[in-house]
């Protein structure tokens, strides 16, 4: 695994809100005390009470990208692909506080780029983010199956 890193300034509509800049890293490897925060303050839905599963759903990602403002984790995109036919991106949360300012459009607009345009991006969507999946291009699936985890 190797770590790449690249900033980006947020546009200036988003720069009178909060004058940040995003960092974003290319698997880096993330503290899954990082990851269980990122993910709390997200809103997404994951048991988090769990740090050793946290631990080994992040030690080994295929894909992983992360957004850092002043050094602290604010968001992240972790995807299982084969880099050739398809990429299930299974997690994609921002903190609340960083919601909004398009981070989640560039973290899945960085997986695309890497993956190219040969891999499908696919995801399971959770119930309440039906609707922001559209605005990034997504389009539903109706032919998807799923074997639920027991926990």
């Known amino acids: 695994m190797f770590a790449e890193t690249s900033c980006a300034q947020l546009p200036a509509t988003f720069k009178t809100m909060k004058n940040i800049t995003v960092e974003y890293r290319h698997n880096f490897p993330l503290d899954p005390l ?4 990122v993910f709390d303050q997200s809103g997404i839905k994951r048991t988090t009470d769990n740090l050793p599963r946290i631990a080994r759903m992040f030690a080994a990602p295929c894909l992983l990208l992360s957004a850092w403002v002043d050094n602290e984790l604010v968001g992240l995109a972790r995807s299982l692909t084969d880099y050739a036919y398809c990429c299930y991106l299974s997690d994609l949360a921002v903190n609340k506080q960083y919601q909004g300012l398009g ?4 973290l899945v607009k960085r997986t695309q780029a890497i993956i190219g345009d040969e891999v499908s991006l696919i995801l399971l969507s959770a119930p309440d983010a039906m609707s922001y999946y559209p605005t990034l291009g997504f389009e539903p699936a109706g032919n998807a199956y799923v074997i639920r985890r027991k926990y």
């Open 103 to 106: 981070i989640g459009k560039e």
């Open 34 to 37: 990082d990851v269980v925060r």
